[in-house]
Nanobody, 115 residues
Framework: QVQLVVSGGGLVQPGGSLRLSCAAS????????MAWYRQSPGKEREWVST???????TYADSVKGRFTISRDNAKNTVYMQMNSLKPEDTARYHC?????????WGQGTPLPVSF
């Protein structure tokens, strides 16, 4: 059974920083591309960033320069370091694993950015 457990969300003030974690089990983690998505109320789910099996990364323009995705294959975990957070970053953040056996989603974590 594949599980992606997201942690680290919570209220943060504009300009602040936060790190999300997504711990995977039930897959050979190193063989999966890992991605973060987010969804704001009333909006469609939006892709944020991907880190591939080789370690290369891509980012949505809206977060480029502020967010950094990384992975630790020894811990089966992907991270998203988020700096200079803005109110428009407020969303529920989801983790995705895509690889040889399919695509899997974590439960998501809320990230409100507000004073």
């Amino acid at each position: 059974q594949v599980q992606l457990v997201v942690s680290g969300g919570g209220l943060v003030q504009p300009g602040g920083s936060l790190r999300l974690s997504c711990a995977a089990s039930g897959i050979i983690f190193s063989r999966f591309s890992m991605a973060w998505y987010r969804q704001s109320p009333g909006k469609e789910r939006e892709w944020v960033s991907t880190i591939y099996t080789g370690g290369s990364t891509t980012y949505a323009d809206s977060v480029k320069g502020r967010f950094t995705i990384s992975r630790d294959n020894a811990k089966n975990t992907v991270y998203m370091q988020m700096n200079s957070l803005k109110p428009e970053d407020t969303a529920r953040y989801h983790c995705n694993a895509a690889g040889y056996s399919g695509s899997y989603w974590g439960q998501g974590t809320p990230l409100p950015v507000s004073f």
